[in-house]
């Protein structure tokens, strides 16, 4: 059974940073995409960033050039860097390992607010 359990959120001021990280048990980790979702009150969850297993990314227009997708295969872990947050990024973020099919973790709140 694979579990991922995320970490890194919190309460940011508008301009700041933080870094999210997801752990993964199980042997499947690095053969497979990685991924970062977020779900605002209201809204349908979206992806923010993606990672093949070959280490190709994709960003969601709203946060490229200030979100970075990283893994660790070693630690079986996968990182989102956020940069320059703003209101907008106030959400609940979902890391996924896989597409089929998908494994997702827990949730952590990240809110930017003055």
């Known amino acids: 059974q694979v579990q991922l359990v995320e970490s890194g959120g919190g309460l940011v001021q508008p301009g700041g940073s933080l870094r999210l990280s997801c752990a993964a048990s199980?042997?499947?980790?690095?053969?497979?995409?990685v991924g970062w979702h977020r779900q605002a009150p209201g809204k349908q969850r979206e992806v923010v960033a993606d990672m093949s297993s070959g280490g190709s990314t994709y960003y969601a227009a709203s946060v490229k050039g200030r979100f970075i997708i990283s893994r660790d295969n070693a630690k079986n872990t996968v990182y989102l860097q956020m940069n320059n947050l703003n209101s907008e990024d106030t959400a609940v973020y979902y890391c996924?390992?896989?597409?089929?099919?998908?494994?997702w973790g827990q949730g952590t709140q990240v809110t930017v607010s003055p």
């Open positions: 996924r390992l896989g597409d089929i099919p998908r494994y």
């Open positions: 199980g042997s499947i980790f690095s053969i497979n995409a």
